[in-house]
């Protein structure tokens, strides 16, 4: 990303507060509604280098996975899905930034459960404001729909009439501050 500063964000490293960010996502179920659910451990930086070049990575905790349902919650832990206790962690580390109109696209490999494949955030950028006294602070949306497939996570459970209990495409929505740390 090369309109970094333009944008207010200015060089530096720009650390994730999972105090006021989230990790997101949805699934379909039974083909007529969906699950969603969220992380809660996740860490990650955005760095912007001089010339305005940027760069991010992010790590997410399975462990800490909630649909607000324990039983499924602790099945979604297996290694039906994600075999938390082989794969403990998820990572993004990005290969390139975009610009899309007044937002950017972030490409980069996304691992899960040993699998890691090339994703694509759409980012809208909710801007930059000096903060409350731990730094000035800046805001982002991003979007995904990923394939778990794709990912190991290749459990259908078939239903008696055709379709599968789950489906295959989980949107993965991100709701980010970060805090400038230099």
């Known amino acids: 990303m090369t309109t970094g500063i333009a944008n207010g964000l200015t060089a530096g490293t720009w650390v994730i507060d999972p ?7 949805a699934v379909r179920h039974l083909m007529v509604s ?3 659910g969220r992380f809660t451990d996740f860490d990650g930086k955005l760095v ?4 305005g070049t940027a760069s991010a990575e992010a790590e997410i905790r399975v462990n800490s996975l909630t649909t607000d349902n324990d039983q499924r919650d602790a099945h979604l832990r297996t290694a039906d899905f994600f075999h938390a206790e082989q794969f403990p962690v998820m990572t993004f580390k990005s290969t390139g930034f975009r610009v899309s109109g007044d937002d950017f696209v972030v490409d980069g490999d996304f691992t899960v459960r ?11 950028f909710l801007g930059v404001n000096p903060g409350m ?8 949306e991003a979007k995904t729909v990923v394939s778990r497939k794709e990912f190991g996570l290749d459990i259908d459970m078939p239903l008696p009439d055709g379709g599968t ?5 989980i949107t993965l929505s991100l709701e980010i501050e970060v805090v400038r740390q230099d």
């Open 133 to 140: 006294g731990q730094g000035t602070v800046a805001g982002f």
């Open 34 to 36: 969906k699950v969603r």
């Open 165 to 169: 209990v789950i489906g295959d495409k």
């Open 114 to 124: 040993g699998n890691t494949k090339p994703v694509s955030l759409e980012v809208e």
């Open 19 to 25: 105090a006021h960010s989230s990790v997101g996502f």
């Open 48 to 51: 912007i280098d001089e010339d």
